[in-house]
T-cell receptor, first 112, second 109 residues
Framework: DAGITQSPRYKITETGRQVTLMCHQT?????MFWYRQDLGHGLRLIYY???????DKGEVPDGYVVSRSKTENFPLTLESATRSQTSVYFC???????????FGQGTRLTVV | DAKTTQPPSMDCAEGRAANLPCNHS???????VYWYRQIHSQGPQYIIH???NNETNEMASLIITEDRKSSTLILPHATLRDTAVYYC??????????FGAGTILRVKS
């Protein structure tokens, strides 16, 4: 299906475990973004990527790792999950910097 | 990117126009004004964007002042389904998309 998809939609993991959130888009958009949204708060940018093999930090990158080996995929890895990383994570993509961004449905991550 | 200031919340009667203001007094010449909204628990949805001229699409109108220091998003006939958090973002081409606190719009019957 065309669009942007995130997986899994829900994830429960234990403190200290590594977990990877997947994001896949079918439009070949050059830009991709990862955000987190804590309950009752706005979206905070974690990392973004302007093209394959180009990534840059956002507002809250600590504790996260990203890669972009292929244009369509932008996985987000929590190397050692902490309870403070419990959040809803949104991925987005846009064709270029000046065009609208499309968001995925979100992944609700709980770290216990 | 320039910072934006929005009121934390607004109410609007169903069927009336909703006018959401945004101040961006430090905007630079190559920065666009974007509006997104987020309906409860969903991913943000793009509404409209502009650089200098007023813009209109099927969802809304965007009015940008001549000095570009502020803008207004207009939903011409608000419905209950327009209840959401509305974000005004200023961003230059090729740069990251950073969200602020936004305005909670409550449309009431």
């Amino acid at each position: 299906d065309a669009g942007i998809t995130q997986s899994p939609r829900y994830k429960i993991t234990e403190t200290g475990r590594q977990v990877t959130l997947m994001c896949h888009q079918t439009w070949s958009h050059s830009y991709m973004f990862w955000y987190r949204q804590d309950l009752g708060h706005g979206l905070r940018l974690i990392y973004y990527s302007a093209a394959a093999d180009i990534t840059d930090k956002g507002e809250v990158p600590d504790g996260y790792v990203v890669s972009r080996s292929k244009t369509e995929n932008f996985p987000l890895t929590l190397e050692s999950a902490t309870r403070s990383q419990t959040s809803v994570y949104f991925c987005a993509s846009s064709q270029s910097g000046g065009i609208e961004a499309f968001f995925g449905q979100g992944t609700r991550l709980t770290v216990v | 990117d320039a910072k934006t200031t929005q009121p934390p919340s607004m109410d609007c009667a169903e069927g009336r126009a909703a006018n959401l203001p945004c101040n961006h007094s430090t905007i630079s010449g190559n920065e666009y004004v974007y509006w997104y909204r987020q309906i409860h628990s969903q991913g943000p949805q793009y509404i409209i964007h502009g650089l200098k001229n007023n813009e209109t699409n099927e969802m809304a109108s965007l009015i940008i002042t001549e000095d570009r220091k502020s803008s207004t998003l207009i939903l011409p006939h608000a419905t209950l389904r327009d209840t959401a958090v509305y974000y005004c973002i200023v961003r230059s081409d090729g740069n990251k998309l950073v969200f602020g606190a936004g305005t909670i719009l409550r449309v009431k019957s």
